[in-house]
């Protein structure tokens, strides 16, 4: 599996972006999530979806800015930010997990993508 992310960029304080991640496939059944790693800091969890799409979760800090959905017709899964803040600057990858119950730890997760950075201007 082959995991390409695109979408990041630089934006102001309180825009928007929309990350995509591309896969190549073999994630028929997975759950794939979304985390970011800023400098000097441990990688942490942004979103998760289900394979069906029907069940999404996300931490505190961005419950409410943050929407994660997929395509899997396209075996794409998309990441909207909305009202981002200079503390979502980072760089922010997908990763495809298992099979069976979303799990929020990076460890839990096989393939990984290279990463696209995201930096909001205060």
């Known amino acids: 599996v082959q995991l390409v992310e695109s979408g990041g960029g630089l934006v102001q304080a309180g825009g928007s972006l929309r990350l995509s991640c591309a896969a190549s496939g073999g994630t028929f059944g997975r759950y794939t999530g979304w985390f970011h790693q800023a400098p000097e800091k441990e990688r942490e969890f942004v979103a998760a979806?289900?394979?069906?799409?029907?069940?999404?979760y996300y931490p505190d800090s961005v419950k409410g800015r943050f929407t994660i959905s997929r395509d899997n017709a396209k075996n794409t899964v998309y990441l909207q930010m909305n009202s981002l803040k200079p503390e979502d600057t980072a760089v922010y990858y997908c990763?495809?997990?298992?099979?069976?119950?979303?799990?929020?730890?990076?460890?839990?997760?096989?393939?990984w993508g290279q990463g696209t950075q995201v930096t909001v201007s205060s």
């Open positions: 990763a495809v997990g298992r099979f069976g119950r979303v799990d929020f730890r990076p460890i839990e997760y096989d393939y």
């Open positions: 979806i289900s394979f069906s799409g029907v069940n999404t």
